[in-house]
């Protein structure tokens, strides 16, 4: 600015002590909210293998997930028709997105979009985490008719239909729970045959 | 030389005394919800204090009477064990669900009495800011005992914020601190649960409790006649101290002493029952104020989802973030609808009022009607079937309040 311009004509200059002043208050303004998206980006975690991710191998042996025996490998003799049981596979119960619904029900009742063959002797297992929004899924039985009980996501009440590949049957459930192949082994117990059929976990975003 | 006047040398409470002390409250038996919900928050600090210092914000596994639990399961179930500790921490939990049944009262008093029409919307505003708050300190809360109940309701929430198109991954892990369950969600919980929205709690309940004493309190109707009789032009009420003081202070004694009788007798919250987080969910549902949202997440149909601008708009996003959002958007829209020229100082008869007040009717039928959804599988009712009569029943509380409505006040004259 030159000395001596009076104030009019310095309002006409372009640059007046009051443009500057605004000038100077929307750079650091502007500064301030961008040093403070660096600091957002700090506190949101990148993500680091979370969400829903399987470690299941063919050939791992189903334990019970909870219960008395807990752990302890699970016998094709202690399931009934009409019975279901959480699982994990052996020695990996400390990612979720391993649990599964082992279901035994009568061969004959089931339909496509079943894989029949990842079934063994009406044994058929299911991601347990519901595809809504991550609940695990319980068992209804039907004491009376064992083959219409069904699983439902007791959460929001989502069910799937074990003898047509969990297929939704009602509630907000956006997919059917992934398949995966179970077969009973020599000695009786379960073991996994196969990876998951499809997605596990909420399926959002 | 009394401590008094030793102060009062000092600090000039004499004056200030005469400046605020003295200034009117006007009466009325509806006055004292907002109070209720200060009060609550109160009890709510004091507890929190003492549960603050024995809570461990941790998930990393401990010992427990022999069994292998998180640091904050175990934690609380210690305090759970002191003695009084279980009735403070339910006296915590029981003045949070009063905190937000008072606001809620609170809010329904000022828009039934249209008290939130000019001048004072922007205290309307900060009252909706302090309900959405309020819910959040009690959703973080959820989370910190870390049992089976808390990790199944706050992962339902991360997968709701994270179903969000555009920002969702990145707010989600913003809030929960990387991907639930993370190690480091429990810590961020605590801290936003014990100091930011507390903080933001008193900053809210600062500027609201400001507002009033610039604008003064709304009257009662039956005020403007005795004042237009008498001439007089000021607030008809008693003075804030001693009179509306004692009443408050002895209302909110009685409130501690009900919260305190039903802290020892209901049960709630029991994180033993729940035990630590294990696969398998139990059937439960969310504390009453929460209802809503959980129902309408019930009613929504699971394929029902399109794309909007490039991001995917799910069932989840609508009933978890769309349909709360839109209430408070149409709550914050109402005296700005409800549009007046003149400062409005009497509270409205909401009975001659049919247009406003069967429109809230309407909307609290509706809430309740979701509410009602959570309890579908209980009650077997379809999704389909529960939305049509969710649909019916607010469209008939609506028309009849404003039927009934319009035949009395024409008979009575209106109020808008
Ligand atoms: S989480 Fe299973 S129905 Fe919602």
């Known amino acids: 600015m030159v000395d001596g311009i009076d104030g009019d004509k310095r309002e006409k200059a372009g640059i007046t002590r009051r443009r500057f002043t605004l000038g100077v208050i929307i750079a650091s303004v502007a500064g301030a909210f961008g040093s403070l998206f660096a600091l957002l980006k700090v506190l949101s975690p990148e993500k680091k293998g979370g969400g829903y991710v399987t470690t299941i191998q063919p050939g791992d042996k189903l334990v019970y997930a909870k219960g008395g025996n807990m752990g302890a490998p699970l016998r094709a003799s202690s399931l009934n028709v009409g019975d279901a049981v959480l699982a994990f596979p052996a020695g990996k119960s400390s990612n979720p997105a391993n649990l599964v619904q082992v279901i035994k029900l009568q061969e004959t009742e089931f339909k496509p979009p079943m894989h029949l063959n990842l079934t063994d002797r009406g044994f058929v297992a299911y991601s347990a985490i519901c595809t809504h929004l991550g609940c695990t899924v319980s068992w209804v039985k039907n004491q009376q008719a064992p083959a219409a009980s069904y699983t439902e996501c007791f959460c929001h009440n989502s069910i799937f239909d074990p003898s047509r590949g969990a297929k939704v049957m009602g509630g907000p459930a956006p997919i059917p729970l992934a398949q995966i192949g179970v077969k009973v082994a020599d000695d009786g117990t379960l073991v996994f045959t196969s990876d998951f059929t499809g997605p596990i976990g909420p399926q959002v975003g | ?416």
């Not at chain 2, 605020?20 to 507890?47: D, M, R």
């Not at chain 2, 905190?99 to 809620?104: D, S």
């Not at chain 2, 729940?274 to 959980?294: A, E, I, K, Q």
């Not at chain 2, 009717?361 to 009569?389: E, K, Q, S």
Request: net charge positive; charged share 15%.
């Open chain 2, 1 to 416: 030389m009394s401590i008094f006047t030793w102060f009062d040398e000092r600090l000039e409470l004499k004056k200030f005394k005469a400046k605020f002390l003295v200034k009117t409250f006007p009466t009325h038996p509806t006055f004292l919800l907002g109070e209720l919900a200060l009060f609550s928050f109160i009890t709510l600090v004091a507890t929190g204090v003492f549960l603050g210092f024995l809570y461990e914000p941790s998930t990393k596994m401990v010992s427990l009477f022999g069994a292998m639990v998180p640091a904050a399961y175990a934690s609380v179930v210690k305090i759970d064990i002191l003695p009084l500790g279980m009735i403070i921490r339910r006296i915590h939990h029981w003045s949070a669900m009063l905190m937000i049944a008072a606001v809620l009262t609170h809010l329904m008093r000022i828009y039934f009495t249209s008290a939130y029409r000019k001048p004072r919307e922007i205290n309307w505003l900060i009252g909706l800011c302090l309900l959405g708050t309020a819910m959040v300190a009690a959703f973080t809360g959820y989370l910190l005992p870390y049992s089976q109940f808390s990790v199944t309701a706050t992962s339902i929430a991360y997968y709701v914020s994270k179903s969000v198109p555009w920002i969702g991954d990145w707010v989600s892990r913003l809030l929960f601190a990387g991907e639930f369950p993370s190690d480091g969600t429990v810590p961020r919980f605590f801290f936003m649960h014990v100091m930011l929205i507390p903080a933001t709690l008193i900053g809210l309940i600062s500027l609201h409790l400001l507002i009033i004493v610039k604008q003064k309190h709304t009257e009662p109707r039956s005020n403007r006649n005795r004042k237009e009789a008498e001439g007089g032009r000021r607030l008809i009420g008693i003075p804030i101290w001693p009179e509306q003081g004692v009443i408050s202070l002895s209302f909110y004694l009685f409130l501690l002493f009900v919260v305190v009788l039903m802290a020892t007798y209901i049960p709630l919250n029991p994180i033993e029952t729940y035990g630590p987080p294990s696969p398998g969910t139990p059937v439960m549902r969310p504390d009453w104020y929460f209802l809503p949202v959980y129902g309408f997440l019930k009613l929504i149909p699971g394929d029902l989802s399109f794309t909007f601008l490039g991001g995917k708009i799910t069932p989840e996003t609508i009933g978890g973030v769309i349909f709360p959002g839109l209430l408070f958007l149409a709550a914050a829209l109402m005296p700005f609808l409800d549009r007046w020229k003149e400062p409005q100082h009497y509270i409205a008869n909401p009975l001659q009022r049919p247009f406003m007040t069967s429109l809230g009717v309407g909307a609290g039928v509706f809430i309740c009607m979701t509410a009602v959804a959570g309890y579908i599988d209980v009650l077997h009712i379809t999704p389909n079937r529960m939305t049509a009569y969710a649909i019916l029943a607010t469209l008939a509380a609506w028309g009849v309040t404003y039927t009934l409505l319009r035949r009395y006040s024409r008979k009575r004259g209106t109020d808008v």
